[in-house]
């Protein structure tokens, strides 16, 4: 069954450098997310992407976050400047159409700023 | 903003048990979906639920959409093992079906005893 994979399964990053976090969607799939989900916390939306576009965007998506879908099979999210609060685990999510259709989840990135 | 809390927060039940849990919210869902998250992974979608009234059945799990659109309930019957888990609903609310916005609530966490 096709999935959604996402790399690297775990990063450690110095507070203050950029990281990004890689995800490949399921290949038929044209909408994709990014979730967090803080430790012991529920998963939380950061922002949703189709047609090279941002289609929505949380009040924690500020402008240290950014997505960039840079060839026909890669989504990626770029945090410019990292924080001590930005650890968490990172969902790759995608879907087939809008219009409530089920979300497919990757496996996360666990993110740790030290 | 949209809130889902579920109830109840953790489960601690014998192996062969029927387990219910639910999801509910002071504002309406178009959509309700019941996903699962085992340690270390991300969520896996368990059912979707699209119709008020809707009730759906993956094996030994049942879901139901509440008629008020403001509720949702999981059952899962004869537990085993492998049940274990963190068990979440999300929902899209009106006018997030088109951005993909998923809520999600705070998960009930199962425990089986064999």
């Known amino acids: 069954e096709p999935e959604v994979t996402q790399t690297p399964s775990h990063q450690v990053t110095q507070m203050g450098q950029e990281v990004i976090l890689r995800c490949v969607p399921i290949s038929n799939h044209l909408y994709f997310y990014w979730y967090r989900q803080i430790l012991g916390q529920k998963v939380e939306f950061l922002v949703s992407f189709y047609n090279n576009e941002i289609s929505e965007k949380s009040e924690i998506f500020d402008d240290q976050f950014s997505v960039e879908r840079p060839d026909g099979s890669n989504f990626t999210l770029k945090i410019r400047s990292t924080k001590l609060e930005d650890s968490a685990m990172y969902f790759c999510?995608?879907?087939?159409?809008?219009?409530?259709?089920?979300?497919?989840f990757g496996d996360g990135t666990r993110l740790s700023i030290l | 903003g949209q809130q889902l809390n579920q109830s109840p927060q953790s489960m601690f039940i014998q192996e062969g048990e029927d387990v219910s849990m639910n999801c509910t919210s002071s504002?309406?869902?178009?959509?309700w979906l019941w996903y699962k998250q085992d340690p270390g992974e991300g969520p896996v979608l368990l059912i979707a639920?699209?119709?008020?009234?809707e009730l759906t059945s993956n094996g030994r799990l049942t879901a139901q959409f509440g008629i008020t659109r403001k509720d949702s309930f999981l059952n899962i019957s004869a537990s085993i093992p492998s049940d274990v888990g963190i068990y979440f609903c999300?929902?899209?609310?009106?006018?997030?079906?088109?951005?993909?916005?998923?809520?999600f609530g705070q998960g009930t966490t199962l425990q089986v005893k064999p």
């Open positions: 504002s309406i869902f178009n959509t």
């Open positions: 999300a929902g899209f609310a009106p006018g997030s079906g088109n951005t993909g916005k998923l809520i």
């Open positions: 639920l699209y119709k008020a009234g």
């Open positions: 999510a995608s879907s087939r159409g809008n219009g409530n259709q089920p979300q497919h």
